[in-house]
């Protein structure tokens, strides 16, 4: 279907397939890809496919659905990546180091031992 975007944003030309991206999984309103500098293998960001600047502005409808996609994401993380834990999170405003203004999940797999914790 049709989604608002922003044809200046780096997300929403990634949900357009504008711009290269490892999709990991996608549904109606979400898309997940690679994050292209990860803090650990499988280190994935979940994203509305309608644009929203942050958490926010974004629609409540869209926010439970990534919420949703991460909690998923995280489960199969878990599942096939063997991942012994999972950080999600999102940077809300540059004050909270948020850098690409479109909302996104981290959604990164953690391992025991793994000493990494940025
Ligand atoms: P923030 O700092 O806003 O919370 O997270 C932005 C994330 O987007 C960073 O982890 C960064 O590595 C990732 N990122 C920036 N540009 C690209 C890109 O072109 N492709 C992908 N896959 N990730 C990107
Ligand atoms: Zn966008």
Not at 94 to 111: C, D, G, K, S
Request: proline share 4%; with cysteine; hydrophobic share 45%.
């Amino acid at each position: 279907g049709e989604v608002n975007r922003d044809a200046t944003c780096l997300f929403c030309r990634i949900v357009a397939g504008e711009v290269p991206a490892t999709v990991v999984a996608e549904d109606e309103r979400t898309l997940a890809f690679l994050d292209i500098n990860p803090a650990s293998d499988g280190h994935a960001l979940v994203v509305p496919k309608a644009h929203a600047a942050d958490l926010g502005a974004a629609d409540p409808e869209d926010v439970a659905a990534t919420a949703r996609a991460a909690q998923a994401l995280g489960a199969r993380m878990r599942e096939r990546l063997g991942a012994d834990g999972v950080n999600v999170l999102t940077a809300w405003g540059e004050a909270a180091w948020q850098t690409v203004f479109h909302l996104h999940w981290h959604v990164i797999p953690r391992y025991a031992g793994d000493e990494a914790r940025d």
